[in-house]
């Protein structure tokens, strides 16, 4: 039987390659477990400009566990009345090691938008990055970011939005997987 070069000289890579021990990678989970946002309503019964609000809880790796354990903080963002809510910066949240925003490459507009979390690990910044795309889309099980429910409760209120709502598509919480990082992403 004749076997083409190129195949010959790969196949002792091949074995080699599957034979090598591989490095178990180690999987770092951050989980929006609470949302809350206030924000202002359009149209003929709406609010105008208000005061809008964002706020997350999340869970996170302890850094100093060797267990697995598991720390948690709260996020908050504000928008006054004269500014839309909208994309934001990076925002410390209670605990000063993480941090969130809400990127300009994944906002919409309040019922469509990706949350950033990152946890910084050491004193040159290094640390773990999560992202999650959040959307409202009733009805839509087949869409995995559909985990927000935003309502307007009666005529002249702002539209409130949480997890776990009668819009929900998904339960809660919201599971993001990290990846390790050298910086925190700008």
Known sequence: MHVPGGITAILPLVAHAVAAPHKRQTTYEFDITAL??????????????????????????????TSGSTLSTSCSYSWPATTPPGPTDWTVCEDP????????????????????VYQTLTP???????????TQNPGMP??????????????????????????????????????????KPS
């Open 36 to 65: 809350g946002g206030v924000f202002p309503t359009t149209g003929p019964y709406g609010t105008g400009p208000i005061a809008s609000s964002l706020s997350i809880t999340i869970s996170y790796p302890d850094p100093s566990s």
């Open 97 to 116: 090691s993480v941090q969130w925003r809400l990127p300009a490459d994944g906002w919409s507009n309040f019922a469509n938008y990706r949350v950033e």
């Open 124 to 134: 040159d910044g290094a640390g773990l990055d999560a992202t999650h795309y959040l």
């Open 142 to 183: 087949s869409d995995p970011n559909a985990y927000l429910s935003c309502l307007q409760m009666g005529k002249f209120n702002p539209d409130v939005c949480q997890l776990n709502g009668v819009l929900s598509a998904h339960p809660g919480p919201v599971v993001m997987y990290a990846t390790e990082e050298s910086a």
